[in-house]
């Protein structure tokens, strides 16, 4: 029995990569430092690995920004616009990676950086290859097998790890028409076949081809190509062995074909699909062995060595010792570094401490694991295992976790808390007699500039530099300068800016029972940015009201519309780290009943407009569409039993950003918000034609400028989206607002673009009323 990790966190214990390619690219270290600086958190990755036990250590896990731009570049799948970047005077190659991945302005250039995407249903970030017809592909460096050959230096025989061919075909984009992507496998597998060849030339033994793509659905060509391709590079390679990864969900209907293919190992995640062990097992060729993805990879709680052991167990039963590996169930990149930085008691209790594993400790466990299944543990073994079966213990049993009165709320939910006490058409007709919006009313996604200022005031706060009522004026002068400022412009329905706001997930779990932060918890979410999480660990309950101080205060300064601004159930779930002891839908109904009681004390304070905002209900979407009802049905119940308690003169509305409707256009309807604001702007409003064709019934607001980009459009640019909005749309239903936040922009550009937009909707107004007299 081995163990394997599949990849290790490269972002550095205290974000030394964020740091050094950051102050690079503000031009404040050199080159050799950022080197160095990769080199460093390389070999400290391995050495942790090597410390722990782990048998098959991978390399070419680390990346300067992003692994799926590192074998773009590898492969020389560099498009024509960085050519230039490449001839530049001075510039190395990690400039042209650089380029790819954020763009070029310089030396009188001005190109654009590649697109982004998540990473299947994770919060990373990767930078999608862009593929042309007749698309060639050959080595451009030797990044893998320089890593390879570093860890050599050190006595660490690593297992390097490859995106598999196919994967990575399916994770770009034709960027031309007439042609397949698939097809361009002829052209990329001599790479391949000239990567391993110098592997093996270096005495390298196991390789990874991470394949996720199995874990989706697959039409018969792909299939196909899988089998094609993998039965090619065997016979190429019959010396190298082949470790074939799956993750994120289950293998399912590929079963038969993962199994199939001539690999030595086959990885399947367990944590996130244990129902597809049996069934593997049923398939698997007899000379394969089954790698055990046990410890999760994408969460932070300890394993529960108990529940491992017996699958393990029943595992080496049926194949034998020497056929069962124990890993994590993906790469290890979801998770943050290690927990020994989380010193800081007030911020991560005790308590919860014990109860959770970070990568190091993760790699720790796997490793635990193989020796308490094996059969001498020693007795510092079974310690560990004692250890682990008292913080099982203590969790499922602690008083943190458990809140009587919250299950038992949960348990008298009924059809009727998720749904508003009349429909769409009865509800306008009184909010409109109670709010009396003009046509193409104009309102905020809720986000003000959050200047260096304001987050000056909240640091300084935390180091006890302001008091709390100092901080509390300071954020009172910017709310009332912002509301006194919409007024001036003449927006309809004004916001109070969420200047109190660090983030829009963790504002509301600081308030919130049950959830838990980290001083430290980080985890890479694109190139250098990072995000941190907070842990919701036990039952949740709202102790007190958590917006309406503010909201109330910025109504009390104006005589028009206040919008209250919330956070939705899905989207504080999607982006939290979850509990895994109760399932996911269970979290999220618990989190909308306490935005329901935030949404239900807005209104009794007086605030009759009310946004929850769910930006990530499309990204909780599972991988395989078979699984798309049931989440979707559990994710619009939460939403409605966040939005149901009101009036009907209430108007509630509902944001989402970076989303393509065309799939759940009805499960959008459904959410039932009186108003919805999506990004559009830009497609030029192709996102509103889904909404369009499937005459969505409630009121809309296609955003009409991009907060992206600090460019400010004019009006008239605005007016023309308006009217191709107004095409498909019929007037009644319309709100002209920006596509999203404005959090990130700075205030001249804020202003300017704003002042621009109410003057595109007085435009639209005019003109109607033109065509009725
Ligand atoms: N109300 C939030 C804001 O304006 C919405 C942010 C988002 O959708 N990502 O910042
Ligand atoms: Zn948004």
């Not at 994590?328 to 308590?351: A, G, M, Q, R």
């Not at 958590?546 to 982006?575: H, N």
Request: aromatic letters at 10%; charged letters at 25%; hydrophobic letters at 40%.
């Amino acid at each position: 029995m081995l163990t394997q990790n599949l990849g290790y966190p490269r972002i550095g214990s205290q974000r030394e990569l964020k740091k050094v390619c950051e102050n690079y690219w503000a031009g404040k270290t050199a080159y050799s430092n950022v080197l160095q600086v990769g080199k460093n958190i390389r070999h400290e990755n391995w050495q942790i690995q090597k410390d722990a036990g782990i048998d098959l250590i991978p390399s070419n896990d680390f990346s300067f920004y992003d692994h799926v731009l590192d074998h773009s570049l590898m492969f020389s799948a560099i498009p024509q616009r960085y050519y230039d970047v490449i001839h530049s005077k001075g510039n190395t190659e990690l400039d042209l990676y650089f380029a790819m991945a954020r763009g070029y302005q310089k030396d009188g250039l001005d190109i654009t950086a590649m697109e982004m995407t998540k990473w299947f249903d994770t919060n990373y970030h990767y930078i999608v290859p862009e593929f042309y017809k007749d698309q060639q592909f050959k080595l451009f460096n030797t990044k893998i097998i320089d890593e390879f050959y570093e860890a050599k230096q050190l006595g660490i025989i690593t297992k390097p790890v490859l995106i598999g061919p196919i994967t990575y075909l399916l994770l770009g984009k034709e960027k031309q028409i007439g042609f397949d992507k698939i097809d361009l496998i002829k052209n990329l597998l001599p790479v391949y076949v000239d990567i391993l060849k110098k592997l093996q030339d270096l005495k390298a033994e196991w390789i990874q081809f991470d394949e996720p793509f199995l874990a989706l659905d697959l039409d018969e060509k792909t299939q196909q190509v899988y089998r094609d391709t993998y039965k090619y590079l065997r016979k190429t390679f019959p010396q190298l062995k082949f470790v074939l990864s799956t993750y994120f969900d289950r293998l399912g209907n590929n079963t038969e074909l993962a199994t199939s293919l001539p690999v030595d190992a086959l990885h399947i995640d367990l944590v996130r699909s244990p129902q597809q062990l049996n069934e593997v097992i049923t398939h698997l060729h007899a000379d394969t062995i089954l790698s055990l993805g046990l410890v999760d990879g994408r969460n932070i709680w300890k394993n529960d060595f108990e529940a491992s052991l017996a699958i393990i167990k029943k595992v080496k039963e049926k194949l034998g010792d020497e056929r069962v590996w124990i890993a994590p169930s993906c790469s290890l990149i979801h998770s943050p570094c290690d927990l020994k930085n989380e010193t800081n008691e007030t911020v991560l209790i005790p308590e919860i401490k014990q109860w959770l594993a970070f990568a190091k400790q993760k790699v720790s466990e796997i490793v635990t694991l193989k020796h308490l299944a094996g059969e001498n543990s020693g007795v510092s073994h079974q310690y560990q295992l004692a250890e682990n079966q008292y913080a099982n213990i203590t969790r499922r049993n602690s008083t943190l976790i458990h809140n009587p009165a919250v299950k038992d709320r949960l348990s008298k939910i009924t059809k009727a808390d998720a749904s508003r006490l009349n429909t769409f058409p009865v509800r306008k007709q009184l909010q409109q007699r109670l709010l009396n919006l003009p046509l193409f009313a104009t309102t905020t996604i809720g986000s003000f500039p959050q200047t260096k200022e304001v987050r000056s005031w909240r640091a300084q706060l935390k180091k006890g530099d302001i008091t709390e009522a100092e901080y509390n004026k300071l954020i009172e002068e910017e709310t009332q300068k912002a509301v006194k400022w919409q007024e001036k412009i003449d927006l309809d329905v004004l916001v109070h800016g969420e200047f109190e706001r660090n983030d829009m997930v963790e504002y509301f779990g600081e308030q919130l029972a049950g959830f838990t932060f980290t001083a430290n918890g980080w985890v890479q979410s694109y190139g250098t940015r990072c995000v941190k999480p907070p842990i919701i660990y036990g039952d949740i309950s709202r102790p007190e009201a958590m917006t309406v101080k503010w909201s109330a205060y910025a109504q009390s300064l104006t005589d028009k519309w206040m919008k209250g601004m919330l956070t939705g159930p899905v989207t504080i779930l999607q982006w939290s780290f979850v509990r895994n002891d109760q399932p996911r839908s269970e979290t999220c109904t618990q989190i909308a009943l306490a935005i329901r009681d935030e949404v239900v004390d807005l209104e009794t304070a007086g605030i009759k407009i009310i946004q929850i905002d769910e930006p990530a209900i499309r990204e909780g979407l599972p991988l395989r569409k078979q699984d798309w009802a049931a989440y979707l049905d559990w994710a619009v119940k939460a939403f409605r039993i966040s939005a149901s308690g009101v009036q009907d003169d209430t108007q509630i509305h509902t944001h989402m950003c970076y989303s393509e409707f065309n799939d759940i256009i009805q499960n959008i309807a459904d959410m039932d918000a009186d108003v919805i604001t999506i990004e559009t702007s830009r497609s030029q409003m192709e996102l509103l034609d889904v909404f369009a064709d499937f005459k969505y019934p409630n009121e809309i607001g296609p955003g009409v400028y991009d907060i992206h980009s600090p460019r400010v459009p004019n009006s008239a640019e605005m007016v023309d989206l308006l009217k191709k909005a107004k095409a498909v749309i019929p007037d009644q239903q319309l709100w002209v607002n920006p596509d999203c936040g404005l959090k990130t922009r700075g205030w001249d550009e804020t202003k300017r673009a704003l002042i621009e937009m109410v003057s595109a909707a007085k435009e639209m107004r005019a003109a109607v009323t033109e065509t009725i007299s």
